[in-house]
């Protein structure tokens, strides 16, 4: 599907060539999906390839007693995300005692993370 989008760059804003993470994948509309990938899927295949995507790659929310209690079972002084590619990046999660900055572009789910 994506060498698909990525040949049809040029078809207006909804461009695929920044097509490279989920988020991006997900800000093209059915339509313009259906436009690229016909008659690879049906718009209702392209909806249900949304949500399957949305189910699968969205993290499993957790409460914040939840991630304390992960935190004090280990006792190593990080407090785990839950999203096992955050807390690789994190060298295992945030610092316990300490204050994290989320910082990037607009869209990228800074404020998504922050509540989950």
């Given at each position: 599907?994506?060498?698909?989008?990525?040949?049809?760059?040029?078809?207006?804003?909804?461009?695929?060539?920044?097509?490279?993470?989920?988020?991006?994948?997900?800000?093209?509309?059915?339509?313009?999906?259906?436009?690229?990938?016909?008659?690879?899927?049906?718009?209702m295949?392209?909806?249900?390839?949304?949500?399957?995507?949305?189910?699968?790659?969205?993290?499993?929310?957790?409460?914040?007693?939840?991630?304390?209690?992960?935190?004090?079972?280990?006792?190593?002084?990080?407090?785990?995300?839950?999203?096992?590619?955050?807390?690789?990046?994190?060298?295992?999660?945030?610092?316990?005692?300490?204050?994290?900055?989320?910082?990037?572009?607009?869209?990228?789910g800074?404020?998504?993370?922050?509540?989950?």
């Amino acid at each position: 599907i994506c060498m698909k989008l990525a040949k049809n760059q040029n078809r207006g804003k909804e461009s695929s060539e920044s097509v490279t993470t989920v988020g991006s994948f997900l800000k093209i509309s059915c339509a313009t999906l259906v436009q690229v990938l016909d008659p690879l899927l049906t718009y209702m295949e392209c909806i249900e390839l949304r949500s399957k995507i949305c189910v699968h790659c969205a993290p499993y929310p957790r409460s914040a007693m939840e991630l304390l209690q992960s935190w004090e079972s280990c006792r190593i002084g990080m407090l785990p995300t839950g999203i096992n590619e955050l807390d690789d990046c994190l060298k295992g999660g945030f610092r316990v005692g300490t204050v994290s900055e989320l910082v990037g572009r607009s869209g990228v789910g800074k404020t998504q993370l922050a509540m989950q």
